[in-house]
């Protein structure tokens, strides 16, 4: 255990003279189960709206050709053509969005449940880059300079800024943790996508 924590601390990039001055703005963010939820909570909400829509859209083919055969039986109903078109719509579409919202919800709600470790990012902004220090258990593993001109995108919610160092991961900095000023601050340094 002590050579692996030995490792990751020769791959750690010495602190540049720069990155020792003094930042616009300092805070930290530790990554942990509760943020992920955080940042998954509308995926959530999506897959389950999927599996309800869905669920919805088989019951309805189910009830209707149920209902709709026994009448034909009977002859008090004649199924169009159309009608059964729009059946299978509802047979086919309600199975797509259930095993598809099923998967979305169950994959945002594993990806919380498998965040075994939690680490901390230290953030320090300047004009033009942030300085992100990751820690674990006390200890810096790792260290990057991140341009904001290199970054995706940048999006503000009610709760974090999001920096997007690639399509699909980001760079989370809890706004909970900052002052007024601080989020001034951050709001003319960042390049946010409005």
Known sequence: MEEMNT?????????????????LVETSVTVDGALQAR???????????????????????????????????????SVEPWFNTLLQVALWGGAVLFVIGLVVFLGARASVKNMKTAYRNVYRFYRGYVFIETERQGEAVSTLKLYYADLMTVRETK???????????????DKRKLTPEEIAELRKVLPLKK
């Open 7 to 23: 490792e990751m601390t020769e791959n750690v990039a010495p602190m540049s003279e720069d990155a020792a001055s003094k930042p």
């Open 39 to 77: 940042l998954g909570k509308k995926l959530r909400v999506c897959g389950l709206l999927g599996v309800i829509v869905g669920t919805v859209l088989l019951l309805a083919y189910i009830v209707c050709s149920t209902v709709f055969e026994m009448l034909a039986e009977e002859g008090r109903f």
């Open 159 to 173: 709760e974090l800024f999001l920096l997007y160092n690639t399509a699909t991961s980001c760079f989370a900095v």
